[in-house]
Nanobody, 121 residues
Framework: QEQVAESGGGAVQVGGSLRPSCTVS????????MGWFRQSPGKEREAVAH???????TYADSVKGRFTISKDDARNTAYLQMNNLKPEDTAMYYC???????????????RGQGTQVTVSS
């Protein structure tokens, strides 16, 4: 059974940067589609960024130009470079991974416990 573990969240001030990472362990497969979701109290879960099946990337409008997702397939690890952070980016960030054939249903894949990101003004 695959396990997903996130790390690298934290507390920063407005305009700061963070680079959480996410690793899939125990896999029998590599080259997972991977992506990030976030949720804060009282708000719906939001898809932040993910790798597409064709190798492209998709971002939420709210993070375009500030966040960059990257992936190291050899390590089954994804990163989310977050720059110019804003208070509204404060949330629990969750990583998900799924076999490429199911990339369009990433939320149904393997998920971690999340890493908290807090941005203060």
């Amino acid at each position: 059974q695959e396990q997903v573990a996130e790390s690298g969240g934290g507390a920063v001030q407005v305009g700061g940067s963070l680079r959480p990472s996410c690793t899939v362990s125990g896999p029998t497969y590599k080259n997972y589609c991977m992506g990030w979701f976030r949720q804060s109290p009282g708000k719906e879960r939001e898809a932040v960024a993910h790798n597409d099946r064709d190798g492209g990337t998709t971002y939420a409008d709210s993070v375009k130009g500030r966040f960059t997702i990257s992936k190291d397939d050899a390590r089954n690890t994804a990163y989310l470079q977050m720059n110019n952070l804003k208070p509204e980016d404060t949330a629990m960030y969750y990583c998900a991974a799924i076999e490429p054939i199911f990339c369009n249903d990433l939320i149904s894949g393997y998920r971690g416990q999340g890493t908290q990101v807090t941005v203060s003004s």
